[in-house]
């Protein structure tokens, strides 16, 4: 138990880069306002944003997922992983699957082709 507060301490006991939010989030206004389309999903954005903050502060890796529409690579293993966790989930849970939410909607969308 105490290696992993102290593990966590260190984590959290970084000075915040404010630098490294401002590029980003400078990357994100500029991605936005090039895009020709002005309806876009933010999630997406927000998630790539998040992808490469978390990315320089903490692992100090550029994902550069803020350059490629689509989020490039690491995005895409991320969703990949994430819809293999939610899978974990729903074995674990299975009434999981009959909430209202964005990826059963799509899942039920899917299945229906």
Known sequence: MERSR???KLAFARPL???VFIKSV??????????PEKNFEI??????????V???AI??????????????PYVKM????????FDL????????????TKWNHETWLLSTI
């Open 26 to 35: 400078s990357k994100l206004l500029t991605t936005l306002h090039d895009l």
């Open 89 to 100: 989930y729903v074995v674990i849970f299975p009434y999981a699957t009959v909430l209202p």
């Open 59 to 72: 692992f100090s890796f550029d994902f550069q997922s803020l350059n490629e529409l689509d989020g490039g």
């Open 54 to 56: 978390l990315g320089q």
């Open 43 to 52: 999630y997406v954005f927000m998630q790539q944003l998040t992808l490469d």
């Open 17 to 19: 880069k404010i630098p």
């Open 6 to 8: 102290n593990v966590s």
């Open 78 to 85: 991320w969703k990949e992983i994430s819809n293999r966790i």
